[in-house]
């Protein structure tokens, strides 16, 4: 992981020498798709539909969760090691201007579906989603994340994201190093590892 950001070091000095941590507010709407193409690519994708489960998809996410998400890396209040490697020198680098124009143009792209996998772990994952599972605890995704795992507002988009980043995404509300939304901490320990695999599954292909 050390050598891939080592990659992506001259990305980030273009970053700062385009003086993109300086664009004057009021925002304009291209330079979120500038700063997006030029930049956030070649980790997250074109137009945010990222190919490696290693980086999370960003199209038709919720423009509030991408705010405040940008705001947790450079607050580190996201600590866990991918967010540190990747999105603490990234983020650190955008002003407010920046932040709200990439969060304007992410939200604005189409969203897409992962792969089906195992129809029976599938429907197993639905049911959890939008269930949940009463007798141990867990609540029903869909009551936070929105019946179509669609998000609204500070509660994410799930629909289409990668099964490998939202089972690390699980494990590190879990493990406590993701530690900035108690209330999905919470939710995260209700999980068993079987239950967090059925409904990843269930979520890449919506
Ligand atoms: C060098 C690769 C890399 C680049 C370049 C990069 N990111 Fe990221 N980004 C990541 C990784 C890895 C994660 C997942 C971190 C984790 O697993 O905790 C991430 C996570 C995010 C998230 C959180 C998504 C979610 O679902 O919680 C947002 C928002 C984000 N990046 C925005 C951006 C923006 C905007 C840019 C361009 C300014 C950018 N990133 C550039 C690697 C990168
Ligand atoms: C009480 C509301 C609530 C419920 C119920 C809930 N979540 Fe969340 N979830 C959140 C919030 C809020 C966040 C965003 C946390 C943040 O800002 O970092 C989140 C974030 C997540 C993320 C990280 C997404 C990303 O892009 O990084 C995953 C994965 C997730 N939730 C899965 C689930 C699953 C699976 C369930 C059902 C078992 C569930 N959630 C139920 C509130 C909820």
Redesign the pocket.
Known sequence: MKRILAAWMPAIALLAAAGIALIPAPTRAEDGARIAGQICSGCHGVHGRSESPMF?KLNA?TPE?IE??LK?FREHA?GESAARDYMWGMAALLDEAAVKSLADYYSHQPATRGAAGDPILMAKGQE??EH?VPDKG????A???GAQAQGAG?????AG?HRE??LR??EV?QNGT?A??P??TA??H??SSE??KA??AY?QSR
Do not use: E, K
């Open positions: 999370p996410q969760y405040a998400q947790g996201r959890i989603f949940g867990v609540p029903a995704c009551s936070c994340h500070t509660f994410p988009r799930l994201q980043y939202l995404q699980i509300f993701r900035n939304a209330v999905m939710v995260a209700t999980l239950q967090a409904v990843a979520l």
